[in-house]
């Protein structure tokens, strides 16, 4: 749940955190994941300029992403409607001062950029990281089961979740599937999404667990948290029980699960070759709260961090002039696996983003990059790297620190950590704060958990 109603906060209704580049927040404070909040109609604003606003924009970014893969495909839905390039890793690049670019890696994660005209070989980069995962339940590779009478999925969790928070949803499935095409002879890579509930968790009723609220609700992951897809039709023929068994034997998931996508993609069953598929709530974001101030949804942490980022990099070099006096080159890196170590190849931990930086130095540079090109590039550059922070819960107070108690409506907020969990030093905080007052943009600190990490590359 994010709070949008003060004109300091991230997501207010004006854009007044358009430009320039670093005058754009990445993240606000939000309750803790315990106190997701349901609403079964979106409430409506009579605000005219709702349409248009950042709100109304972000609500459609968050309707759209309900998976890595589509939070990317609406990113680089964005960009290029905004102008900039698409790219490719294994193609060479024509780079230009005042161009704009991005690629894509594994259609969950996303490098964009827009050059100063004014760049010059070992010029800095600015950058915002965030990353386009979130908790989930994923589909295992065989996800058919059958328990009684009824036909359920098997699943596994994705980070760190609240899992119990997911029993008694709309749920639905939504991912990539690899497509056979018409002529046999190539694959297509294909987003998919069932809008309409498909799946439920259910809750074991109170009268066969009457211990429950002295107890606490505590699932078997692996023998509780298995959805419910159908029930299982009984056969009438000794033939259709035959060939039941020989789709079984075939197939990795259940028939049924996948005639419901062949419909969504409009191809035949056979086609589908691979699926890699999440489980996913259907729904929608939207707006409530007495005064119409929250954002109810899902995957805040941290969609909301990627669209501002994304919206921030459009926003500052959407007018020809806007890159016509930049020295440096702006980016913004949106990672995926942050949820489970950022070790993949599409993750923060591999070398994407100083493999794109290398990249784009040497190519404006015609190639002919000097000693240490690279390395004084990273040293003027700086990296915001932006997560959703958990804002004080009213119920829980003393869960948080008490002089670093990150409130809603108080400011964007930096985080400590002594161990150096964060890259935040007192340089870079200083700095950040610097640019917060010049643009009137409150910060605030907290000591651990998750958020906001600043450093020199």
């Not at 699960?257 to 929608?284: F, G, H, K």
């Amino acid at each position: 749940m994010a709070l949008i109603t003060r004109p300091h906060t991230l997501l207010h209704y004006r854009s007044c955190y358009s430009s320039p580049f670093f005058n754009q927040p990445l993240s606000l404070p939000f309750p803790t994941r315990a106190t997701r909040l349901r609403s079964f109609s979106c409430a409506t604003n009579s605000n005219s300029t709702l349409s248009n606003s950042i709100v109304a924009d972000l609500l459609d970014y968050l309707n759209e992403s309900w998976t890595h893969f589509h939070a990317t495909a609406e990113a680089k839905r964005q960009l290029v409607a905004a102008g900039f390039q698409l790219l490719k890793e294994n193609e060479e690049w024509d780079l230009k001062p005042g161009g704009r670019y991005f690629f894509t890696r594994n259609m969950s994660c996303l490098i964009a950029f827009a050059i100063g005209q004014k760049y010059n070989v070992g010029d800095g980069f600015h950058v915002i990281a965030a990353h386009t995962d979130s908790p989930c339940l994923k589909l295992k590779p065989r996800s058919a089961s059958t328990k009684s009478a009824y036909s359920m999925v098997n699943v596994q969790t994705y980070g760190g979740g609240l899992w119990h928070t997911w029993f008694d949803r709309d749920l639905s499935v939504a991912g990539r599937v690899i497509v056979r095409s018409g002529s046999g002879n190539a694959y297509l890579h294909k987003l998919v999404k069932v809008k309409r509930p498909l799946l439920r968790i259910p809750t074991l009723a109170i009268h066969l667990d009457r211990t429950v609220n002295q107890d606490g609700f505590k699932p078997n992951l692996e023998t509780h948290l298995l959805p419910l897809l159908s029930m299982k039709h009984e056969e009438t023929s000794l033939e259709s029980k035959e060939k039941s068994t020989a789709m079984s034997s075939k197939s990795s998931h259940h028939p049924l699960l996948m005639q419901v996508l062949s419909d969504e993609l409009n191809c035949d069953v056979d086609d589908i070759v691979s699926v890699e598929l999440n489980v996913c709530d259907t729904q929608p974001s939207c707006l409530g709260g007495g005064n119409n101030e929250f954002i109810f949804s899902g995957r805040l942490d941290n969609l909301a961090s990627s669209y501002c980022a994304l919206r921030a990099l459009i926003d500052s070099c959407e007018s020809p002039g806007d890159l016509a006096s930049e020295h440096a080159v702006r980016m913004v890196a949106l990672f995926d696996n942050e949820e489970v170590g950022s070790g993949s190849i599409q993750g923060a931990g591999a070398p994407t983003m100083f493999q794109a930086i290398r990249r784009i130095v040497g190519d404006l540079a015609n190639n002919h990059v000097g000693e240490s090109s690279f390395e004084r590039t990273i040293r003027q550059s700086f990296l915001v790297s932006a997560d959703m922070a958990h804002g004080v819960h009213p119920n829980f107070m003393d869960k948080h620190e008490e002089h670093h108690r990150p409130e809603l409506q108080k400011g964007l907020v930096i985080k400590h950590n002594a161990n150096q969990r964060y890259a935040t030093s007192g340089v870079t905080s200083f700095l950040f704060k610097e640019v917060g007052k010049i643009h009137n943009l409150p910060t605030q600190m907290r000591m651990h958990v998750f958020n906001y990490s600043f450093q020199f590359m």
